[in-house]
Structure formats: structure tokens, C-alpha cells
């Protein structure tokens, strides 16, 4: 396995001061007025994955991707059906985050570190 | 004691005293404002810039009130005790220097005072350097001042609600404005210190008047700053002369922990202790800030000829202030007219 450079640090503990969100910088180059979201849920809401019928919350998605976090969500079950978009009232395009996700290279740091959550050193 | 040659006694000059002594004086009336402190201008004329105004503190009170006004005499170092209903009818005011002063009507525009943030001991403030208030920022720009000149990157956390519903403090009032104060502090230190990163550590943000909502807006889209919903309750020094900080996400129901160079506490606005009015305490309002004498009245208290105005009687926004102040203007004057 590539190193990264990654050490476990505190599994769960969040630390803003370590973390590096490559995959959000990316994201936000794209789609610079996702810095906007105020974690409203009503995506979350609508979503017909919304922890129905899978493990999937948009809101969680971006507040984990922001804090460079592993993705617990599986976000990986969107159906691209823009449902999320349609009512989000920052008027973001959540759907596309959804669809660029996987084409975003530095997921990796997210994907490969899913199951034990870590910190750059 | 003086003789009665005063229309109105105003107490305090911050933006309330001075925009209801610029009202009355303008409708010809004669004015008294008594200030407990060196300088007129109140917290207000302490800011190194107002929103929306975008001037200082300073500017906005010298443009309500122009130094020479012949209608109005300021007294600094005056601190009012006490007021009492003479004979006649008119109130006389008697300050702790041993001067008493007595005119129809008085205005009471004393404001509030800051919440003394050492009694949250957890957040470290009069403990750790870095630890600063939003009063002692305000007042470090307006001197020009450059705290953490030299640091690169560095990194700021601002904490909402700091002595506002607080139950343990005994404080169940929300100061209203630090919410907006917090969000345009954190633009203004990205504007200062274009490395920095700032992070707001929120309960709820309660951006409730015009433009704050798109302050809000402004800050995360413009200019970058974090917003985590959850209250900072744990300050520690490191090794390197920062501060350990930690917080739960609670979005996401994690644990957080940062390492700042500097914490940013927005206090809140804590209630005077009540004046005294022909020997008894004045009425208190349900947050302990002055009450008036009816929901309609509001700028009456239960003493006639004795009016109030501003912040005196809870957390007001400078918009707020300007507007009750003129209120309270027309009521001194209609009062004095009858
Ligand atoms: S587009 Fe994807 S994330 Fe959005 S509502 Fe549909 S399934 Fe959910
Ligand atoms: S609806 Fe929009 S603002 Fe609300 S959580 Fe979803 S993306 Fe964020
Ligand atoms: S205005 Fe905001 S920061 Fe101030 S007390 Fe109210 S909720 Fe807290």
C-alpha cells in the first residue's frame, strides 16, 4: 500500500489543526458556493437514500468531506435523481458533488481510510 | 443644588443619550448629560468599525451629536446614584462626586455593561494571553493595534454566547448582536490577516436583522470561514504558546479539538445594577435590564418624567438604539410640553 503520510491519531476525534480536505479543495474549485451549505438537512431529507434505504446522508457527506473526514455515508447509492438540488435553499448543486465525487483523485484519502479513521500527521 | 435651568438630564452618552440629546436640543430644549466616564461615545464609540455602517464607532458618534451644541451641557466623570421626585414634580439626580443636578424630565440611557468573561473559567480568559474578548479586539484595531503581528497562518476561533444564555451565570437573555458581531469579526480578521483561519463555534446564529443574514452568506462564500455548531468548553495552553481547543461537532456528533493561535470570545451585554428611585430599586424587566411602565409605554418607567432609552433596557442593535432614543426624544418633549 502507497504511504500516504497518514498515522491514526484518535479514531472519531476530529482535529481541525491536522486535517487536510484535498478532496473538498477540489470540490470547492468546481463548486466554490458549496462553501455556503448551513447544514439544513433538507437534502438529506428528500433523498430517497436517506437512511432508508441505504446508509446515505448529503448533509453528513459534506460536513465530512469539509473536515477532511472518512465518508461514513454511502454515498456511493446516489441515483442522480436531483431531488436534493431541487430544494436545497442555497440553491446548491448537491447532485453534482454526488456525480464529480468519484473522478475527484484525492478521494482516495477518504476511501482508503473508511474504516479506521485517521489524521495526517 | 443646582438651580432648575435644564430641561432634561440624560444619563450616559453613548449613541442613545447623545441621538435623544441631539433630538431635544434640535426641538429647542435644554440638555444635561452626565457621563460616568472620561470621553462621551459609550461601548460604541470603543469600535473600530460598525456594521452595517461601516465607520468607526467614533465617527458614528460624532456625527449624531457635533461637539458644540449650545442647547447641550456634558459632564464626564459624573456617575448618577440615585434619583429622587422633588416637591414640584421635576426629578433630581444626585451623582457620587456630592453634585446633584434636577430638571422636568429625565432620561435614563445608561446601556449595559460587558460581561466579565473570567467567570467562565473553562474558556481561560485573564489565564492564557491569547484569550481575548470581542470588546478587547474592537478596542485594539480602533488603537491600530496589530495583535499577533508575525504569526503566519494563524489561527482564530470565535466563540458565540459567551455570558448570553448562560443559566449557570444567571444570565437567560441572548445579546442579540454578538451573532452578527461574531460573523463580522471573523471577515474582518480574514480581511487583516489574509492566512488566517478563522472558525465560529455557534449554538444557534441568530442573524436576525437587515443585512446580517447576507453578512452570513458573505462570510462562508467570500471570505472562508468555518462555522461548527457546538460550544468550546475546554482551553489549554500548548507546548508552543497556542491554545488547545475542543468542542463536539455536534452535526456530526464527533469530538473536535483544534490548536488556535487566538480565541475570540463574544460576550454578551449584562444588565446594570438598578438605580435607585425615591429610596427603591427600579423596576426590572423580565432579563434584569430597566422596565417601563406599560408594554405600550416603552419608553416610560414607572416614575413620571422619567424616561429611558437604548440598551438600558436590553440588548439592542445600533439601528434599534437610534430609533428608541428618538422615541424617547418625542415623549421627554411632549411630556415637557404640557
Ligand atoms: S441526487 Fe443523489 S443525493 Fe441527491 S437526492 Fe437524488 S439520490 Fe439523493
Ligand atoms: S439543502 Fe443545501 S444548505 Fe441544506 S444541508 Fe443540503 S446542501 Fe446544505
Ligand atoms: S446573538 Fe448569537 S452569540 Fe449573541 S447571545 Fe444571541 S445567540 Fe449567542
Redesign the pocket.
Known amino acids: 500500500m502507497k504511504d500516504f503520510g497518514f498515522k491514526p491519531v484518535r479514531p472519531n476525534v476530529i482535529d481541525l489543526a491536522t486535517v487536510q480536505n484535498r478532496t473538498w479543495t477540489d470540490i470547492l474549485r468546481l463548486h466554490p458556493e458549496m462553501r455556503s451549505c448551513i447544514s439544513c438537512g433538507a437534502c438529506a431529507a428528500v433523498c430517497p437514500n436517506n437512511n432508508e434505504l441505504t446508509k446515505m446522508s448529503v448533509r453528513r457527506t459534506i460536513i465530512e468531506l469539509r473536515h477532511g473526514l472518512p465518508l461514513t455515508s454511502e454515498w456511493q447509492n446516489c441515483q442522480m435523481c436531483n431531488r436534493c438540488s431541487l430544494v436545497c435553499p442555497k440553491g446548491l448543486n448537491t447532485r453534482s458533488i454526488f456525480f464529480r465525487l468519484n473522478t475527484f483523485e484525492a478521494l482516495n484519502d477518504h476511501n482508503q481510510t473508511n474504516a479506521e479513521p485517521t489524521n495526517r500527521k | 443644588m443646582n438651580s432648575n435651568h435644564n430641561d432634561t438630564i440624560i444619563i450616559g452618552t453613548g449613541i442613545a443619550g447623545l441621538t435623544a440629546a441631539a433630538e431635544l436640543s434640535a426641538r429647542g430644549r435644554k440638555v444635561l448629560m452626565l457621563e460616568k466616564n472620561d470621553s462621551t461615545g459609550g461601548h460604541v464609540g470603543q469600535w473600530s468599525v460598525c456594521f452595517p455602517f461601516g465607520i468607526s464607532g467614533r465617527e458614528l458618534a460624532e456625527s449624531i451629536l457635533p461637539q458644540s451644541n449650545a442647547n447641550v451641557s456634558i459632564r464626564t466623570r459624573s456617575t448618577a446614584s440615585a434619583i429622587s421626585t422633588l416637591p414640584d414634580g421635576s426629578l433630581s439626580v444626585s451623582c457620587t462626586d456630592g453634585t446633584a443636578h434636577s430638571a422636568r424630565t429625565v432620561l435614563l440611557a445608561s446601556g449595559y455593561g460587558m460581561f466579565d468573561a473570567r467567570l467562565k473559567e473553562e474558556l481561560g480568559y485573564g489565564i492564557y494571553p491569547g484569550v481575548l474578548t470581542s470588546e478587547d479586539i474592537e478596542r485594539q484595531w480602533q488603537k491600530g493595534e496589530r495583535p499577533l503581528a508575525g504569526h503566519s497562518n494563524p489561527r482564530f476561533a470565535i466563540v458565540?454566547?459567551v455570558g448570553?444564555?448562560d443559566l449557570k451565570c444567571n444570565i437567560r437573555h441572548?445579546?442579540?448582536?454578538?451573532?452578527m458581531v461574531?460573523v463580522k469579526m471573523a471577515t474582518e480578521i480574514r480581511q487583516r490577516y489574509p492566512d488566517s483561519q478563522v472558525t465560529n463555534y455557534?449554538?444557534?446564529?441568530?442573524m436576525f436583522d437587515n443585512g446580517y443574514e447576507e453578512l452570513y452568506h458573505d462570510a462562508q462564500l467570500n471570505y472562508n470561514v468555518q462555522f461548527v455548531r457546538g460550544r468550546i468548553s475546554e482551553v489549554a495552553p500548548t507546548n508552543d504558546g497556542r491554545l488547545y481547543i475542543r468542542a463536539e461537532d455536534t452535526l456530526l456528533g464527533k469530538p473536535l479539538r483544534d490548536k488556535v493561535d487566538a480565541l475570540v470570545l463574544?460576550i454578551?451585554m449584562s444588565a446594570h445594577e438598578p438605580l435607585h428611585v425615591d429610596g427603591e430599586p427600579m423596576n426590572r424587566s423580565i432579563n434584569g435590564f430597566v422596565g417601563t411602565a406599560s408594554p405600550v409605554q416603552i419608553n416610560l418607567t414607572a416614575t413620571p418624567g422619567l424616561f429611558v432609552a437604548g440598551a438600558a433596557k436590553g440588548p439592542m442593535n445600533i439601528t434599534e438604539v437610534l430609533a428608541d432614543a428618538r422615541a424617547a426624544a418625542a415623549e421627554t418633549d411632549k411630556y415637557l410640553s404640557r
Do not use: I, Q
Open positions: 458565540h454566547c448570553s444564555r441572548c445579546s442579540k448582536v454578538c451573532c461574531g455557534y449554538m444557534d446564529l441568530r463574544m454578551g
